[in-house]
Each structure stands twice: as structure tokens, then as C-alpha cells.
């Protein structure tokens, strides 16, 4: 007698439908704590403590804003910037675009196209 088992789906199965999410892993370091606790104040933001890391999503778009940062710190204004992030961050995902002030992060590479310039009408 043969039994049949049942198959269960995997949680972890590929899925290419667009989230609609942005997002960047901190280094679980004393800035990148300071970096997820400023990031938890924005609305639209979800931080994830993990064990090596700090996993930092948003829908639709984030802003990484430097001077609240290096405020949090306990550092002047202009402190933490493009490189301080880029010390703490481990990767990310969305189109990334760096600014004097602050980093965005978009879900969808069109709402970048203004700060890439990226022509988003047809050509024939």
C-alpha cells in the first residue's frame, strides 16, 4: 500500500512581482543602532533587528536624512553624510541616489528618473 505526502509550498519560493519596497542592511554597530532608531520615526519604514545585522524596508520610498542622524549621534550638523552611510551600510535594493544632504531610496526605478536623468517619455 502506497501512501501519497503532501507537498508543502516553501516560504521561500521565487516571486517576481514587484513589491513595491526599498531597503538597505546596516551593520549592527553602535552608529548603524543610531541609524535603524532614527529611520523607525518615518512612517512608511520597517526595521528588523538581526543577530550580524540591521535591516532597514520601506514602501515606495525612504530618506536616509544626514543632519537627523548626526543629531541622534550627538554630533554637529554635517557629521554623518554619504560616506558615513556607506561605512555602515551593508547593501541595499531600489534605485539609490545620493544627495549633499540625505540618500532616497525609490522601489520603483521611474519615481528616480528626475534625480538620474531618466527621459520617461517613448521614443519612436
Known amino acids: 500500500m502506497t501512501t501519497l505526502k503532501a507537498v508543502v509550498e516553501s516560504p ?3 516571486d ?3 513589491s513595491n519596497k526599498c531597503g538597505f542592511t546596516l551593520m549592527n554597530n553602535q552608529v548603524g543602532v543610531v541609524v535603524a532608531d532614527v529611520m523607525k520615526a518615518y512612517d512608511n519604514v520597517t526595521v528588523t533587528p538581526l543577530p550580524s545585522m540591521i ?4 514602501v515606495g520610498k ?3 536624512i544626514y543632519d537627523d542622524v ?7 550638523p554635517g557629521y554623518f553624510d554619504q ?3 556607506e561605512e ?3 547593501t541595499h535594493y531600489g534605485r539609490m541616489v545620493h544627495l549633499d544632504d540625505r540618500t532616497i531610496l525609490f522601489a520603483n526605478p521611474e519615481d528616480a528618473a ?5 527621459d520617461l517619455t517613448a521614443s519612436s
Open 88 to 90: 555602515n551600510m551593508s
Open 83 to 85: 560616506a558615513e552611510f
Open 70 to 76: 548626526s543629531e541622534a549621534l550627538g554630533e554637529e
Open 55 to 58: 535591516r532597514v524596508d520601506a
Open 16 to 18: 517576481s512581482t514587484a
Open 12 to 14: 521561500f519560493k521565487a
Open 62 to 64: 525612504m530618506e536616509v
Open 114 to 118: 528626475e534625480y538620474i536623468g531618466f
